[in-house]
Protein backbone atom coordinates (compact mmCIF):
# COMPACT_ATOMS: atom_id res chain seq x y z
CA UNK A 1 0.00 0.00 0.00
CA UNK A 2 3.04 2.55 1.07
CA UNK A 3 3.66 2.14 -3.18
CA UNK A 4 0.35 3.29 -4.11
CA UNK A 5 1.04 6.44 -2.02
CA UNK A 6 4.13 7.24 -3.13
CA UNK A 7 3.29 7.19 -6.84
CA UNK A 8 0.20 9.30 -6.36
CA UNK A 9 1.48 11.57 -4.11
CA UNK A 10 4.47 12.20 -7.10
CA UNK A 11 0.96 13.35 -9.17
CA UNK A 12 0.05 16.25 -6.37
CA UNK A 13 3.62 17.79 -6.52
CA UNK A 14 3.44 17.87 -10.71
CA UNK A 15 0.91 20.90 -12.19
CA UNK A 16 -2.33 19.03 -14.22
CA UNK A 17 -5.46 20.63 -14.10
CA UNK A 18 -7.30 18.07 -11.98
CA UNK A 19 -8.41 17.05 -8.81
CA UNK A 20 -6.37 14.34 -6.95
CA UNK A 21 -9.14 12.08 -5.45
CA UNK A 22 -7.64 9.38 -7.41
CA UNK A 23 -6.14 7.95 -4.43
CA UNK A 24 -8.98 7.34 -2.90
CA UNK A 25 -10.54 6.45 -6.03
CA UNK A 26 -8.13 3.09 -6.47
CA UNK A 27 -8.47 1.61 -2.92
CA UNK A 28 -11.10 -0.71 -2.97
CA UNK A 29 -10.06 -2.72 0.10
CA UNK A 30 -11.55 0.19 2.11
CA UNK A 31 -15.55 1.40 2.43
CA UNK A 32 -14.72 5.13 2.06
CA UNK A 33 -14.03 4.18 -1.82
CA UNK A 34 -18.02 4.34 -2.46
CA UNK A 35 -17.71 8.41 -1.97
CA UNK A 36 -15.97 8.73 -5.31
CA UNK A 37 -17.05 5.21 -7.08
CA UNK A 38 -20.59 4.71 -5.79
CA UNK A 39 -21.08 1.66 -8.25
CA UNK A 40 -18.17 0.04 -6.13
CA UNK A 41 -18.71 -3.02 -3.88
CA UNK A 42 -16.36 -3.45 -0.90
CA UNK A 43 -15.10 -6.76 0.41
CA UNK A 44 -16.25 -6.63 3.54
CA UNK A 45 -19.78 -7.89 5.35
CA UNK A 46 -19.92 -5.01 8.00
CA UNK A 47 -18.76 -1.94 8.23
CA UNK A 48 -18.55 0.97 10.70
CA UNK A 49 -16.81 4.44 11.18
CA UNK A 50 -17.02 6.65 13.98
CA UNK A 51 -15.89 10.31 14.51
CA UNK A 52 -11.97 11.04 14.63
CA UNK A 53 -11.16 7.29 14.20
CA UNK A 54 -13.36 6.83 11.08
CA UNK A 55 -12.50 8.78 7.48
CA UNK A 56 -10.91 11.94 7.71
CA UNK A 57 -10.18 13.09 4.53
CA UNK A 58 -8.53 16.29 2.48
CA UNK A 59 -6.64 17.66 -0.46
CA UNK A 60 -5.21 20.95 -1.65
CA UNK A 61 -4.63 21.60 -4.96
CA UNK A 62 -3.21 24.07 -7.95
CA UNK A 63 -3.47 24.98 -11.46
CA UNK A 64 -1.54 27.81 -11.30
CA UNK A 65 2.40 26.12 -10.81
CA UNK A 66 4.24 23.87 -9.04
CA UNK A 67 6.67 23.62 -6.57
CA UNK A 68 8.84 22.81 -9.43
CA UNK A 69 8.16 25.82 -11.00
CA UNK A 70 8.94 28.01 -7.80
CA UNK A 71 12.82 26.68 -7.22
CA UNK A 72 15.36 25.55 -9.33
CA UNK A 73 18.86 23.52 -8.12
CA UNK A 74 22.14 26.11 -8.66
CA UNK A 75 25.22 25.25 -9.64
CA UNK A 76 26.12 24.34 -6.12
CA UNK A 77 23.25 22.01 -5.21
CA UNK A 78 21.03 24.83 -3.27
CA UNK A 79 17.45 24.96 -3.74
CA UNK A 80 16.59 28.75 -5.18
CA UNK A 81 13.41 30.39 -5.88
CA UNK A 82 12.51 31.77 -9.68
CA UNK A 83 9.66 33.65 -10.04
CA UNK A 84 9.92 34.69 -12.83
CA UNK A 85 9.82 31.33 -14.17
CA UNK A 86 6.31 30.65 -12.19
CA UNK A 87 4.71 33.35 -13.62
CA UNK A 88 5.44 32.33 -17.18
CA UNK A 89 4.35 29.00 -16.78
CA UNK A 90 1.14 30.69 -15.41
CA UNK A 91 -2.47 30.78 -17.16
CA UNK A 92 -4.46 33.82 -17.55
CA UNK A 93 -7.21 32.18 -15.01
CA UNK A 94 -5.88 29.82 -12.08
CA UNK A 95 -7.31 27.85 -9.22
CA UNK A 96 -6.66 27.03 -5.91
CA UNK A 97 -8.90 24.61 -4.26
CA UNK A 98 -8.75 23.07 -0.75
CA UNK A 99 -11.25 20.24 0.28
CA UNK A 100 -11.59 18.45 3.13
CA UNK A 101 -14.89 15.92 4.49
CA UNK A 102 -14.58 13.32 7.96
CA UNK A 103 -17.21 11.16 8.84
CA UNK A 104 -19.17 11.40 11.98
CA UNK A 105 -20.91 7.99 11.15
CA UNK A 106 -20.43 5.34 8.59
CA UNK A 107 -21.99 1.78 9.28
CA UNK A 108 -22.07 -0.44 5.48
CA UNK A 109 -23.26 -4.01 5.46
CA UNK A 110 -23.80 -6.54 2.90
CA UNK A 111 -27.03 -8.29 1.99
CA UNK A 112 -26.76 -10.89 -0.80
CA UNK A 113 -26.15 -9.16 -3.87
CA UNK A 114 -26.93 -5.99 -2.69
CA UNK A 115 -24.57 -3.33 -0.14
CA UNK A 116 -26.23 -0.66 1.84
CA UNK A 117 -24.74 2.47 3.57
CA UNK A 118 -25.68 5.48 6.05
CA UNK A 119 -23.29 8.09 6.68
CA UNK A 120 -23.12 11.49 8.30
CA UNK A 121 -19.92 13.63 7.03
CA UNK A 122 -19.08 17.35 7.82
CA UNK A 123 -17.54 18.62 4.19
CA UNK A 124 -15.65 22.11 3.08
CA UNK A 125 -15.18 22.91 0.15
CA UNK A 126 -12.66 25.94 -0.69
CA UNK A 127 -11.90 27.55 -4.35
CA UNK A 128 -9.74 30.78 -4.59
CA UNK A 129 -9.63 31.96 -8.49
CA UNK A 130 -6.37 34.54 -8.98
CA UNK A 131 -5.75 35.60 -12.48
CA UNK A 132 -1.91 35.47 -13.36
CA UNK A 133 -2.09 39.64 -13.42
CA UNK A 134 -2.74 39.90 -9.51
CA UNK A 135 0.75 37.56 -9.66
CA UNK A 136 2.42 40.34 -11.83
CA UNK A 137 0.84 43.03 -10.29
CA UNK A 138 1.81 41.86 -6.56
CA UNK A 139 5.59 41.47 -7.72
CA UNK A 140 5.58 44.22 -10.09
CA UNK A 141 3.70 46.96 -9.47
CA UNK A 142 1.29 48.62 -12.62
CA UNK A 143 4.76 49.48 -14.37
CA UNK A 144 7.10 47.21 -16.04
CA UNK A 145 5.41 44.65 -18.21
CA UNK A 146 2.02 46.34 -17.29
CA UNK A 147 2.60 49.73 -18.47
CA UNK A 148 -0.10 50.51 -20.85
CA UNK A 149 -2.21 47.50 -20.40
CA UNK A 150 -5.16 47.02 -18.67
CA UNK A 151 -4.16 44.46 -15.89
CA UNK A 152 -6.76 42.11 -15.92
CA UNK A 153 -8.36 40.57 -12.13
CA UNK A 154 -11.18 39.51 -13.89
CA UNK A 155 -12.91 36.52 -12.34
CA UNK A 156 -10.84 37.05 -8.90
CA UNK A 157 -13.01 35.67 -6.48
CA UNK A 158 -13.52 32.71 -4.32
CA UNK A 159 -16.38 30.51 -3.39
CA UNK A 160 -16.40 28.25 0.20
CA UNK A 161 -19.01 26.21 1.73
CA UNK A 162 -19.62 24.31 4.93
CA UNK A 163 -22.27 21.43 5.33
CA UNK A 164 -23.33 18.54 6.57
CA UNK A 165 -24.27 15.26 4.25
CA UNK A 166 -26.96 12.64 5.57
CA UNK A 167 -26.87 10.34 3.04
CA UNK A 168 -28.11 7.11 2.07
CA UNK A 169 -26.07 4.37 -0.45
CA UNK A 170 -26.82 1.49 -2.25
CA UNK A 171 -25.09 -1.17 -4.79
CA UNK A 172 -26.25 -3.64 -6.52
CA UNK A 173 -23.69 -6.37 -8.12
CA UNK A 174 -25.18 -8.82 -11.44
CA UNK A 175 -23.10 -11.50 -11.07
CA UNK A 176 -19.46 -10.06 -10.42
CA UNK A 177 -19.77 -8.91 -13.85
CA UNK A 178 -21.82 -5.01 -13.93
CA UNK A 179 -22.35 -2.97 -10.58
CA UNK A 180 -24.09 0.17 -10.53
CA UNK A 181 -25.32 2.47 -7.19
CA UNK A 182 -26.56 4.97 -6.00
CA UNK A 183 -26.20 7.72 -2.96
CA UNK A 184 -29.16 10.13 -2.03
CA UNK A 185 -27.91 12.85 -0.04
CA UNK A 186 -29.91 15.49 1.95
CA UNK A 187 -27.77 18.30 2.94
CA UNK A 188 -27.82 20.85 5.40
CA UNK A 189 -25.62 24.43 4.74
CA UNK A 190 -23.48 25.98 7.96
CA UNK A 191 -21.88 28.61 6.03
CA UNK A 192 -21.10 29.77 2.39
CA UNK A 193 -19.49 32.72 0.64
CA UNK A 194 -20.30 32.33 -3.02
CA UNK A 195 -18.58 34.95 -6.19
CA UNK A 196 -21.30 35.47 -8.74
CA UNK A 197 -19.77 38.51 -10.59
CA UNK A 198 -16.24 39.88 -10.75
CA UNK A 199 -14.31 41.90 -12.67
CA UNK A 200 -11.46 44.33 -12.08
CA UNK A 201 -9.11 46.33 -14.12
CA UNK A 202 -6.20 48.64 -13.36
CA UNK A 203 -4.65 50.30 -16.50
CA UNK A 204 -1.40 53.12 -16.63
CA UNK A 205 -1.01 55.38 -19.09
CA UNK A 206 2.37 54.63 -20.75
CA UNK A 207 2.24 58.62 -21.39
CA UNK A 208 1.02 60.63 -18.41
CA UNK A 209 0.59 57.69 -16.07
CA UNK A 210 -2.97 58.60 -15.57
CA UNK A 211 -4.87 55.34 -13.64
CA UNK A 212 -7.75 53.89 -14.87
CA UNK A 213 -10.20 51.70 -12.87
CA UNK A 214 -12.93 49.23 -13.48
CA UNK A 215 -14.85 47.18 -11.29
CA UNK A 216 -18.00 45.03 -10.49
CA UNK A 217 -18.62 42.36 -8.07
CA UNK A 218 -21.67 40.98 -6.59
CA UNK A 219 -20.82 37.82 -4.02
CA UNK A 220 -23.08 36.16 -1.14
CA UNK A 221 -22.84 34.83 2.14
CA UNK A 222 -24.69 32.77 4.60
CA UNK A 223 -24.28 32.29 8.32
CA UNK A 224 -21.15 34.58 8.09
CA UNK A 225 -20.43 37.67 10.29
CA UNK A 226 -21.72 41.47 9.26
CA UNK A 227 -18.33 43.31 8.14
CA UNK A 228 -19.00 47.01 8.51
CA UNK A 229 -17.00 49.76 6.32
CA UNK A 230 -17.40 53.89 7.83
CA UNK A 231 -18.74 52.07 10.59
CA UNK A 232 -22.59 52.06 8.87
CA UNK A 233 -22.21 50.68 5.65
CA UNK A 234 -22.82 46.47 5.65
CA UNK A 235 -19.93 44.92 3.45
CA UNK A 236 -19.71 41.45 4.24
CA UNK A 237 -21.81 39.02 5.96
CA UNK A 238 -25.58 38.88 7.58
CA UNK A 239 -24.71 37.90 11.01
CA UNK A 240 -24.82 40.82 13.54
CA UNK A 241 -22.17 39.83 16.61
CA UNK A 242 -23.56 42.72 18.13
CA UNK A 243 -26.72 41.19 18.67
CA UNK A 244 -27.26 39.01 21.34
CA UNK A 245 -30.40 37.59 20.42
CA UNK A 246 -29.18 36.81 17.27
CA UNK A 247 -26.37 35.22 18.50
CA UNK A 248 -28.20 32.67 20.44
CA UNK A 249 -30.28 32.19 17.51
CA UNK A 250 -27.10 31.43 15.24
CA UNK A 251 -25.92 29.11 17.99
CA UNK A 252 -22.44 30.87 18.60
CA UNK A 253 -23.56 31.70 22.26
CA UNK A 254 -22.16 29.75 25.03
CA UNK A 255 -24.69 27.22 25.77
CA UNK A 256 -26.99 27.29 22.31
CA UNK A 257 -24.74 25.49 19.96
CA UNK A 258 -27.40 23.41 18.90
CA UNK A 259 -28.67 25.78 16.84
CA UNK A 260 -25.81 26.00 14.96
CA UNK A 261 -25.61 22.85 14.79
CA UNK A 262 -29.02 21.85 13.65
CA UNK A 263 -31.35 24.57 13.17
CA UNK A 264 -30.39 26.51 10.64
CA UNK A 265 -32.98 27.23 7.77
CA UNK A 266 -30.45 26.35 4.90
CA UNK A 267 -31.59 22.90 3.45
CA UNK A 268 -30.81 20.98 -0.18
CA UNK A 269 -30.61 17.80 -1.98
CA UNK A 270 -28.02 15.68 -3.99
CA UNK A 271 -27.30 12.78 -5.48
CA UNK A 272 -24.40 10.43 -6.41
CA UNK A 273 -24.82 7.87 -9.45
CA UNK A 274 -22.15 5.20 -10.54
CA UNK A 275 -21.39 2.00 -12.26
CA UNK A 276 -18.54 -0.65 -12.96
CA UNK A 277 -18.53 -2.70 -15.94
CA UNK A 278 -15.89 -5.86 -16.14
CA UNK A 279 -15.03 -6.12 -19.76
CA UNK A 280 -13.19 -9.00 -19.31
CA UNK A 281 -11.70 -11.06 -16.37
CA UNK A 282 -8.67 -8.61 -15.99
CA UNK A 283 -10.57 -4.93 -17.66
CA UNK A 284 -12.66 -3.39 -15.49
CA UNK A 285 -14.30 0.01 -16.76
CA UNK A 286 -15.89 2.57 -14.28
CA UNK A 287 -17.55 5.68 -14.49
CA UNK A 288 -19.42 7.76 -11.57
CA UNK A 289 -21.52 11.60 -11.46
CA UNK A 290 -20.86 13.00 -7.98
CA UNK A 291 -22.78 15.57 -5.97
CA UNK A 292 -25.16 16.60 -8.33
CA UNK A 293 -27.46 19.08 -5.85
CA UNK A 294 -28.04 22.03 -4.75
CA UNK A 295 -28.42 24.19 -0.76
CA UNK A 296 -30.77 26.85 -0.19
CA UNK A 297 -29.62 29.61 1.84
CA UNK A 298 -31.53 31.33 4.15
CA UNK A 299 -30.23 31.89 7.16
CA UNK A 300 -27.95 35.09 8.05
CA UNK A 301 -28.02 35.90 4.17
CA UNK A 302 -26.38 39.12 2.70
CA UNK A 303 -25.94 40.00 -0.98
CA UNK A 304 -23.42 42.91 -1.41
CA UNK A 305 -23.09 44.07 -5.28
CA UNK A 306 -21.11 46.64 -7.30
CA UNK A 307 -22.69 47.66 -10.37
CA UNK A 308 -20.54 48.08 -13.20
CA UNK A 309 -18.08 51.14 -11.78
CA UNK A 310 -14.90 52.90 -13.47
CA UNK A 311 -12.65 55.71 -12.37
CA UNK A 312 -10.00 57.92 -13.57
CA UNK A 313 -7.59 59.79 -11.98
CA UNK A 314 -4.80 61.84 -13.88
CA UNK A 315 -3.72 63.69 -10.75
CA UNK A 316 -4.06 67.44 -9.72
CA UNK A 317 -2.72 70.18 -11.99
CA UNK A 318 -2.24 73.18 -9.97
CA UNK A 319 -3.42 72.20 -6.56
CA UNK A 320 -2.26 75.82 -4.94
CA UNK A 321 -4.67 77.53 -7.47
CA UNK A 322 -7.46 74.79 -5.99
CA UNK A 323 -7.18 74.59 -2.24
CA UNK A 324 -5.04 77.30 -1.62
CA UNK A 325 -1.63 77.93 -0.64
CA UNK A 326 -1.44 75.93 2.92
CA UNK A 327 -3.38 72.48 1.31
CA UNK A 328 -0.93 69.56 2.32
CA UNK A 329 -0.25 66.60 0.62
CA UNK A 330 -2.32 64.66 2.98
CA UNK A 331 -5.46 66.95 2.87
CA UNK A 332 -5.39 66.19 -1.13
CA UNK A 333 -4.93 62.33 -0.71
CA UNK A 334 -7.89 62.75 1.92
CA UNK A 335 -10.15 64.62 -1.14
CA UNK A 336 -9.58 62.52 -3.69
CA UNK A 337 -10.55 59.32 -1.03
CA UNK A 338 -13.44 61.08 -0.16
CA UNK A 339 -14.12 61.55 -4.11
CA UNK A 340 -13.23 57.48 -4.55
CA UNK A 341 -15.67 56.64 -1.49
CA UNK A 342 -18.81 58.52 -2.77
CA UNK A 343 -18.84 57.35 -6.04
CA UNK A 344 -18.29 53.87 -4.68
CA UNK A 345 -20.98 54.55 -2.48
CA UNK A 346 -23.41 55.79 -5.45
CA UNK A 347 -23.15 52.15 -7.41
CA UNK A 348 -23.30 50.17 -4.29
CA UNK A 349 -26.09 48.06 -2.71
CA UNK A 350 -26.30 45.01 0.39
CA UNK A 351 -29.77 43.13 0.78
CA UNK A 352 -30.42 40.14 2.38
CA UNK A 353 -32.92 37.77 0.36
CA UNK A 354 -32.32 34.43 0.16
CA UNK A 355 -30.07 32.35 -2.91
CA UNK A 356 -29.04 29.01 -3.75
CA UNK A 357 -25.89 27.07 -4.89
CA UNK A 358 -25.17 23.95 -6.59
CA UNK A 359 -21.98 21.87 -5.27
CA UNK A 360 -19.30 21.06 -7.26
CA UNK A 361 -20.40 18.35 -10.06
CA UNK A 362 -17.36 16.19 -10.36
CA UNK A 363 -17.18 12.90 -13.20
CA UNK A 364 -15.07 9.97 -12.96
CA UNK A 365 -14.28 7.59 -15.62
CA UNK A 366 -11.55 5.01 -15.47
CA UNK A 367 -9.84 1.72 -17.08
CA UNK A 368 -8.41 -0.59 -14.77
CA UNK A 369 -6.24 -3.49 -15.77
CA UNK A 370 -5.15 -6.45 -13.16
CA UNK A 371 -1.83 -8.19 -13.82
CA UNK A 372 -2.08 -10.20 -11.34
CA UNK A 373 -3.90 -11.15 -7.80
CA UNK A 374 -1.73 -8.23 -5.95
CA UNK A 375 -0.97 -5.51 -9.22
CA UNK A 376 -3.01 -3.62 -11.42
CA UNK A 377 -2.59 -0.37 -13.57
CA UNK A 378 -5.24 2.11 -14.22
CA UNK A 379 -5.87 5.32 -16.19
CA UNK A 380 -8.60 7.93 -14.87
CA UNK A 381 -9.71 10.87 -16.16
CA UNK A 382 -11.80 13.38 -14.54
CA UNK A 383 -13.45 16.65 -14.76
CA UNK A 384 -14.97 19.07 -12.28
CA UNK A 385 -17.32 22.35 -12.65
CA UNK A 386 -15.58 24.90 -11.62
CA UNK A 387 -16.38 28.20 -10.98
CA UNK A 388 -18.19 28.05 -14.69
CA UNK A 389 -15.18 25.90 -16.26
CA UNK A 390 -14.90 22.53 -16.44
CA UNK A 391 -11.70 21.28 -15.17
CA UNK A 392 -10.20 18.38 -16.47
CA UNK A 393 -7.10 16.02 -15.85
CA UNK A 394 -6.09 12.49 -15.99
CA UNK A 395 -4.11 10.38 -13.20
CA UNK A 396 -2.53 7.07 -13.92
CA UNK A 397 -2.28 4.62 -10.52
CA UNK A 398 -0.46 1.73 -9.88
CA UNK A 399 -0.89 -1.02 -7.01
CA UNK A 400 2.08 -3.59 -6.50
CA UNK A 401 2.86 -5.91 -3.41
CA UNK A 402 3.77 -4.33 -0.40
CA UNK A 403 7.31 -4.62 1.02
Not at 33 to 41: G, K, L, M, N, R
Not at 331 to 356: H, P
Not at 387 to 403: A, F, K, V
Request: proline residues 3%.
Amino acid sequence: MRKVIFISLIFLLTKFNAQQDFILYHMPSIPQITQVDPASFPDSKLDIGLPIISSVYGSVFNTGFSIGDIFYQNADGIMMPDVDNAIAKMSSENFFILNASTDLFFVGFKAGNNFFSFNVTEKLDFTFNYPKDLIVLAMEGNGNNLLGKRASLDGLGFDFTHWREYAVHWVHDVHHKFSYGARLKYLYGMENFTTDVSYMGIETDQNTHALKFDMAFDFRTSGLPQVMVDGDIPAIGGLNTNDSLIMQQSGFSAGYINNYLFNRNNRGLGIDLGFNYHLTDKLLLEASVLDLGFINWNSYTANSKLEAWDYEYDGIGDPISIFGDGSSVDFLKEVLEDSIEEDLKNNYSYTNESYSTALRTKIYASMEYTVDHNNFVSLSLYSSFVRGIWRRGYGISLQLPPW
